[in-house]
């Protein structure tokens, strides 16, 4: 709790990290042997503090809870740009009207 946050520019990273030349498939795989190791460091923790507080200079008071709980939400969030995405992909090939199968809010 006592460390500076590693800084991080997400819309930079396109970029600097060129995301969009790599290899799809291989992210992919990188990612879910990522997530998989960090769920299984998750588990082994024993009686983890989810109330550790990081004081973050701008925003205050910050918990272990509240880092774990905002690394799902954001995973949310990219679940539902995929969402959004695979729709509208679906809506410019087939050029077919899709208000039958619901209200789709993008």
């Given amino acids: 709790p006592d460390e500076q946050l ?3 520019n997400p819309q930079k ?3 600097e990290r060129d995301y969009i030349g790599q290899n799809f498939e291989a992210k992919v795989k990188e990612f879910l042997d990522e997530r ?3 769920i299984s460091w998750l588990n082994s923790l024993k009686d983890p ?3 550790n507080t990081y004081h ?3 925003l205050g008071p910050m918990t272990a809870e509240l880092f774990l709980t905002n690394w799902l939400a954001h995973d949310h969030i990219h679940i539902r740009q995929i969402n959004r995405l695979s729709y509208q992909f679906l809506q410019h090939q087939s050029g ?3 208000s039958y199968a619901g209200n ?3």
């Fill in 6 to 8: 590693p800084m991080f």
């Fill in 36 to 38: 998989t190791y960090s």
């Fill in 13 to 15: 990273w396109v970029t």
């Fill in 56 to 58: 973050h200079p701008k």
């Fill in 96 to 98: 077919i009207d899709l």
């Fill in 104 to 106: 789709f809010k993008i």
């Fill in 49 to 51: 503090n989810w109330q």
